[in-house]
Nanobody
Framework: QMQLVESGGGSVQAGGSLRLSCAASGYTDSWNCVGWFRQAPGKEREGVAAIYSRSVGTYYADSVKGRFTISQDNAKNTVYLQMNSLKPEDTAMYYC????????????????????WGQGTQVTVSS
């Protein structure tokens, strides 16, 4: 089993920035695709960004392209989501998730189909 722990959420004003962290422990050989998902009240969960740990391929939702950046530190088994130019519509619970047995390169990779989920961290953006 792999455990994922998110941190870095909080409240900011529109235009501000936050950096989310996702730290993995346990069976980290499954650390193949790591993604961030979010869910706002009354809305479906959506994939925000993903990174493929071997070939460093990435995925971004259209709504966050140019504002969010996903990165990884394999030595620390940690994935980061840098969120800039935040908007009120970015307000949601953000979840880290991981999928095993996949790889992808380039900027047009698909989002993860996770086997593992973290507990989530709240991001609130006020106008």
């Amino acid at each position: 089993q792999m455990q994922l722990v998110e941190s870095g959420g909080g409240s900011v004003q529109a235009g501000g920035s936050l950096r989310l962290s996702c730290a993995a422990s346990g069976y980290t050989d499954s650390w193949n695709c790591v993604g961030w998902f979010r869910q706002a009240p009354g809305k479906e969960r959506e994939g925000v960004a993903a990174i493929y740990s071997r070939s460093v391929g990435t995925y971004y939702a259209d709504s966050v392209k140019g504002r969010f950046t996903i990165s990884q530190d394999n030595a620390k088994n940690t994935v980061y989501l840098q969120m800039n130019s935040l908007k009120p519509e970015d307000t949601a619970m953000y979840y880290c998730a991981a999928q095993s047995g996949v790889d992808c390169s380039g900027p047009d990779c698909p989002p993860c189909a996770p086997n593992y989920w973290g507990q989530g961290t709240q991001v609130t953006v006020s106008s």
